[in-house]
């Protein structure tokens, strides 16, 4: 390593949750100094690399930029390491596309209102929708007994009912969110945590 050269940062990924991006890498060691690292884009329209709000920075993350927070879009991101006049080689990353590599948290349950044959789920979704989406929650039930099926029931309002229940039976309930986008692409969410309530008696 010629004294002009560092190391190039290593695990360079895009973490993408919700659509909400960052750019992510590992440290770079050195005997002294404090290395820096500057972080460039370019969008598959532009074939030019451009910098990002991050430029000589000292954290080991870089969030994206308003500016390139259309879904749709096509980016390639670079980073390197910088220690006074010594910089490392770019290290690239594989095109990133947030309507096909985000990954979509669980739907936030709000409320549940328990009667003795329904419970009453009222839900948000995990992130701002766009025009062009469509959002389905799929909710899998089940009775909390040593052998039982799960039931699954699909919907697309944020406010729905899980019906013909038996009184004073503890039911099961996880949710997944499926979002349709403007290109007819589907992507599917994580699943909630399951939750447990009983019946009441009627």
């Not at 039930?141 to 729905?160: C, D, H, M, R």
């Amino acid at each position: 390593e010629s004294p002009l050269h560092l190391p190039a940062p290593k695990d360079v990924m895009v973490y993408s949750y919700n659509f909400r991006s960052s750019l992510r890498w590992s440290p770079v060691k050195v005997d002294r100094g404090l290395v820096l690292y500057t972080v460039h884009f370019k969008t598959g329209a532009f074939n030019e690399w451009d910098e990002m709000n991050c430029t000589r920075i000292t954290q080991t993350e870089c969030s994206f930029p308003m500016s390139l927070k259309e879904r749709r879009w096509t980016v390639v991101l670079r980073v390197r390491a910088e220690l006074g006049q010594a910089t490392s080689d770019w290290v690239q990353t594989d095109p990133f596309v947030a309507e096909r590599n985000t990954t979509i948290g669980p739907p936030k349950v709000n409320k549940v209102i328990v009667s003795s044959d329904s419970l009453l789920l009222s839900v948000t979704p995990p992130f701002r929708s766009e025009a062009g989406d469509i959002l389905r929650y799929h909710v899998f039930y089940w009775e909390n007994a040593t052998s039982t099926t799960e039931k699954e029931a699909e919907t697309s309002s944020t406010l729905f009912k899980i019906e013909n229940l038996k009184e004073l039976t503890l039911y099961c309930f996880r949710i997944q969110i499926a979002l349709t986008t403007y290109s007819d692409r589907q992507l599917l969410g994580l699943q909630s945590v399951p939750e447990c309530h009983r019946t009441t008696i009627s």
